[in-house]
C-alpha cells in the first residue's frame, strides 16, 4: 500500500475530494482529533488549518512514553519532529480520549468490516478504546482489501471515507 499511494499520479486530485468531504461531516462536530499526514497519506494540512479557522477544537497525536496522546492546537506552527520522524504537537495542552466527538484516523489498508492496518504499533487501537467519539478513517479506495484480518484486540472504525465518499 505504501508503494500504491507514492505512485498515485493523481493524489492532489483524489486529497481536494477527501479534504472537501472531511469539512463538510465536521461541521457537526467540536473537539476533533486529526493526524499530521506522512508516508503519501492523504494530505490533512488544509483540514487542519481549515478546522482551526471554524473555531474547532483540534487536537493531534504524540507519543509520550510508548503511550499516544492527543495535544491541543492553535496554529500550523504548533509542531516538530517527534517519535519515528513523525510531526508532532508541541502545545503540551492534552485532550483526553472521553472528550473527542470525531477522530480523524490514517490508516494503510481497511476491510469491509472498518478494521484497519495501520503501521503496526497498535497506538491508535489503544487510544480508540478508550472513545465513544466517531471513528473515521481517511483512504484511498484501492486501500480496501478482501481478507479479514482483524484481532481480538483491534477496534473498528465508524466509517471510511474515501474519494468516492463514505464506507
Known amino acids: 500500500m505504501l508503494e500504491r499511494r507514492k505512485k498515485l499520479d ?3 486530485t483524489l486529497d481536494q475530494s477527501i479534504q472537501k468531504q472531511v469539512l463538510e ?14 508516508h503519501d497519506e492523504i494530505d490533512t494540512l488544509p483540514i487542519i488549518e481549515a478546522l482551526l479557522k471554524a473555531n474547532k477544537t483540534v487536537a493531534c497525536p504524540i507519543v509520550i512514553d510508548g503511550i499516544m496522546r492527543f495535544a491541543k492546537i492553535n496554529s500550523l506552527r504548533d509542531f516538530k519532529k517527534g517519535y519515528f520522524g513523525i510531526m508532532e504537537p508541541t502545545t503540551g495542552v492534552y485532550i483526553e480520549p472521553a472528550v473527542f466527538d470525531l477522530i480523524l484516523v490514517p490508516l494503510l489498508a481497511f476491510n469491509k468490516s472498518l478494521y484497519r492496518v495501520g503501521y503496526g504499533g497498535g497506538y491508535y487501537d489503544g487510544f480508540l478504546k ?13 486501500q480496501e482489501v478482501e481478507c479479514e ?5 483491534d477496534i473498528a472504525l465508524d466509517a471510511v471515507l474515501t474519494e468516492k465518499g463514505v464506507y
Open 10 to 12: 493523481n493524489k492532489a
Open 25 to 38: 461531516i465536521s461541521k457537526e462536530y467540536e473537539v476533533i482529533s486529526i493526524f499530521h499526514a506522512m
Open 130 to 142: 478508550d472513545t465513544q467519539a466517531f471513528k473515521l478513517g481517511l483512504a484511498y479506495t484501492f
Open 149 to 153: 484480518f482483524q484481532k481480538d484486540y
